[in-house]
C-alpha cells in the first residue's frame, strides 16, 4: 500500500493507494471513525451496478449500518434539488453528528457528497472511494466540495477535508476510453505545472495502456503534488491557484457545449492549450511548451481547441471563481513545469482569447 497523510492541523487524513482496496474499505473506514453507527454512501447510475454491493459488505462486517443513495449518473446531479434530496434522506435514515458520509464514485458524486456532508448537520465526517481517474488524481484530494447553479459550475461549494482517501486503481479498468482520457488531462496537468519529469514520462507511455503499467506510482505522484499544494494554500488564495491551469478557458468549453457536450477533462485539456498560447502572447511561456502540450494531449485523445461562441467565453470569464475584484488570476506557465498565478484584468484576457479566437 502506498500513503500519504495530508497533514493539516487539526484535520489530517491519509490517501491509501493499493489494488484491491475496495475490499477492505470496512475496515480503513473504521479506523477513522471509532464512533459512528451509520455510514451514508452516495453513488452514482453506473457506480452502483459495478462496485456498491461490494463496499457495503466491506462496510457491514466493519459495524456500519449502510444507507446506500444512488443518484443518477452526470453533471445534472450536482445540484440544488439533488442535495436538498440528499440531506432529507440523512434525516430519514437517523443519521447523527458523529455518523459520516463516503462518495463511492467519480467528481460528481464525490463534489455533491461532499458539500451534504460539509453542510447537513452542520458537518459530519466524510470518506472519499473515487472510482475515476480523474478522481482519484483530484477532486477527492484537497477538501473542495460543491454544487452546480444555473450561472454556472461549482458556484456554491465549502473546503471540508475527507478523513480518508481509499483509492483502487482496479477500478480503472472498467472506465470507458473517454472517462480514462478524460482523467488524464488532470493527469498532464501536474506534469505542466509542477513536474517536467512526470511530462516527459506521461509523453513516453503514449496511451492508456502505457499509464496503467505505471498507475500506482503515476497515482502517488499527482497526490503528493497536490497534497504539496493543499498543505501551503488550503483556502486557495495562492500557489493552489496554479492547480487551475487550463481550469479559467476550459470552463468556457464545458458551458459551450452546456456541461454535457463536452467532459470537464476536455474542457480543461484545450484550456491548458490556450492557456499556453496565452502566455506566449504575455511574454511568460516559452514558445516550445504550446507544441509539446499539444503533442500529448492528442496522444491521450484530447482535444486541443473545442468551438466556444465568443458570448459564452465572455460570460465564463466573467463567472471564474478565480476572480478578485475585477482581475482574474490566470494560470500561465514560466516553463514546461512551472505554472504561476498571472493578475490582469478581465478585459486583457478577453483581448487576447479574442486574437486566439481569430481565424488564422
Known amino acids: 500500500m502506498k500513503t500519504l497523510t495530508v497533514a493539516l492541523p487539526g484535520r489530517e487524513y491519509d490517501i491509501l493507494i493499493e489494488r484491491g482496496l475496495l ?8 479506523e ?3 464512533r459512528a453507527k451509520k455510514l451514508f454512501v452516495i453513488t452514482d447510475s453506473n457506480v452502483s451496478e459495478l462496485y456498491a454491493e461490494r463496499v457495503i459488505k466491506s462496510l457491514e462486517r466493519s459495524g456500519f449500518a449502510v444507507h446506500l443513495e444512488t443518484v443518477p449518473a452526470g453533471e445534472p446531479s450536482k445540484s440544488p434539488a439533488q442535495l436538498a434530496a440528499l440531506w432529507e434522506a440523512m434525516m430519514a435514515f437517523g443519521l447523527t453528528r458523529t455518523d459520516a458520509v463516503a462518495a463511492l464514485g467519480g467528481g460528481v458524486v464525490g463534489d455533491l457528497a461532499g458539500f451534504a456532508a460539509a453542510t447537513v448537520l452542520r458537518g459530519v465526517d466524510f470518506i472519499q472511494i473515487p472510482t475515476t481517474l480523474l478522481a482519484q488524481v483530484d477532486s477527492s484530494v484537497g477538501g473542495k466540495v460543491a454544487i452546480d447553479l444555473n450561472a454556472g459550475k461549482n458556484l456554491a461549494g465549502a473546503f471540508w477535508q ?5 483509492i483502487d486503481p482496479e477500478v480503472l479498468h472498467t472506465l ?21 519529469a512526470f511530462f516527459d514520462l506521461l509523453d513516453q507511455c503514449g496511451g492508456r495502456s502505457g499509464v496503467m503499467d505505471h498507475i500506482e506510482d503515476v497515482l502517488y505522484t499527482c497526490c503528493d503534488l497536490k497534497r504539496q499544494v493543499v498543505l501551503e494554500d488550503e483556502r486557495d488564495t495562492g500557489v493552489r491557484m496554479t492547480l487551475n491551469f487550463g481550469h479559467t478557458i476550459g470552463h468556457a468549453f464545458e458551458l459551450a457545449g452546456n456541461y454535457e457536450t463536452w467532459t470537464h477533462g476536455q474542457g480543461v485539456a484545450a484550456g491548458m492549450h490556450w492557456a499556453a498560447r496565452v502566455g506566449v502572447g504575455l511574454g511568460a511561456t516559452p514558445e516550445e511548451a504550446v507544441p509539446a502540450i499539444q503533442a500529448i494531449l492528442e496522444k491521450y485523445s484530447l482535444p486541443t481547441n473545442i468551438p466556444c461562441p465568443w458570448a459564452v467565453m465572455t460570460q465564463a470569464i466573467g463567472l471564474d471563481k478565480k476572480n478578485t475584484g475585477g482581475d482574474i488570476h490566470l494560470i500561465v506557465l514560466t516553463r514546461l513545469g512551472w505554472a504561476e498565478p498571472r493578475r490582469m484584468s478581465r478585459d486583457a484576457l478577453l483581448e487576447q482569447l479574442e486574437a486566439l479566437a481569430q481565424p488564422s
Not at 25 to 30: A, D, N, P, T, V
Not at 162 to 166: C, D
Open 176 to 196: 470507458p476510453d473517454r472517462t480514462f482520457s478524460d482523467g488524464m488531462a488532470e493527469v498532464i496537468k501536474y506534469g505542466c505545472i509542477r513536474d517536467r
Open 162 to 166: 475527507p478523513k480518508r482517501v481509499l
Open 32 to 34: 477513522v471513525l471509532p
Open 23 to 30: 475490499d477492505r474499505s470496512g475496515l480503513l473506514c473504521r
